[in-house]
Nanobody, 114 residues
Framework: VQLQASGGGLVQPGESLRLSCAAS????????MGWYRQAPGKQRELVAT???????NYADSVRGRFTISRDNAKNTVYLQMNSLKSEDTAVYYC?????????WGQGTQVTVSS
């Protein structure tokens, strides 16, 4: 299983970005996909997850600003990030969890700065 993330970049506070992560390989249809982030000097933290049934879960810090969605036919998860703040600056990683197995994609840098 491989995950390919894309969509990061440099934006100003208040702007938006959309991240995508496509999974390939042999993937069981019942799974959870999600986004995590790691800022310099900090531990990796949960941003949002979504089950194959479409149930989302958000960190308090992003709820109301970020929206996670997925396309099961494409094994792809998206993260729409609105009203970005400087504290959202981090490397964002996607993750696929299938039963007890976890797979991580490479990170994509998101920088929010004026």
């Amino acid at each position: 299983v491989q995950l390919q993330a894309s969509g990061g970049g440099l934006v100003q506070p208040g702007e938006s970005l959309r991240l995508s992560c496509a999974a390939s390989g042999s993937i069981f249809s019942i799974n959870t996909m999600g986004w995590y982030r790691q800022a310099p000097g900090k531990q990796r933290e949960l941003v949002a997850t979504i089950t194959s049934g479409g149930s989302p879960n958000y960190a308090d810090s992003v709820r109301g600003r970020f929206t996670i969605s997925r396309d099961n036919a494409k094994n792809t998860v998206y993260l729409q990030m609105n009203s970005l703040k400087s504290e959202d600056t981090a490397v964002y990683y996607c993750k696929l969890r299938v039963v007890a197995n976890e797979y991580w994609g490479q990170g994509t840098q998101v920088t929010v700065s004026s």
